[in-house]
């Protein structure tokens, strides 16, 4: 399988065993958010930030408005079982390929589900090690259940992706097997917030740059 990837460096890598995955939103590498996110985390945490196209293409336009959006055919076009082989397939590249020891990884919207799945006990060694998700999308209990490392969550107030009940299970989840966790909730945040906001907007504006003090501060502390 070929994942075309976008890689981000900092000008000085403090630790060469060590690096970032960058699990994305339905807008994907092309959306230069993303982009210009990755090479922030990239300067923030002194580590390489490698970002793989997740939709071979296909990303959802960054002209469409996510509010406005029809999914159901695209998501058949890029089934859980397609994203999983293609995050293999980047983990594979930045372990034997790059000889990484340990990866951390922060996880975006549609990217949020699948840093936890990454995370499951099965996959030590060979999976996440550390992870940050920031208003996921579809994620299920039984993927938090399966977290086998320390996982930071940024939430948002008005996000009805991972609302109030959704947020409460994962911390319910998360306490009761004992974890290495933390939940932020950032008022006045809507779904997105930690990578497309509204900067104009005091309240997005400063949960966008909380959520990235988050994953700094996360990935730093336990990478």
Known sequence: MIVQ???????TISNTSNA???????YGVPLLQNKLL???LARGTSLPVIMPDLFAGDAIPVSSSEGSLNLTEWRTRHPTPAIDAIINTTLSYMRVDLGLQRIGSVGYCFGGKYVPRWMASGTNGTGI???FIAHPSGLERAEIEGVAGPISIAAGELDAAFNTT???TAEDVLSAKNATYQTVLYSGAPHGFGVRV??????????????????????????
């Open 5 to 11: 990837i976008y890689h981000a460096y900092p000008q």
């Open 20 to 26: 970032i995955l960058y699990i994305s939103d339905i």
């Open 38 to 40: 990755a090479d922030s």
């Open 129 to 131: 090690d550390v992870g």
């Open 166 to 168: 959704l947020r409460r």
């Open 198 to 223: 509204d900067l104009s907007n005091a309240q997005q504006r400063f949960a966008k740059e909380g959520a990235y003090r988050q994953a700094v501060g996360w990935l730093g502390a336990w990478l």
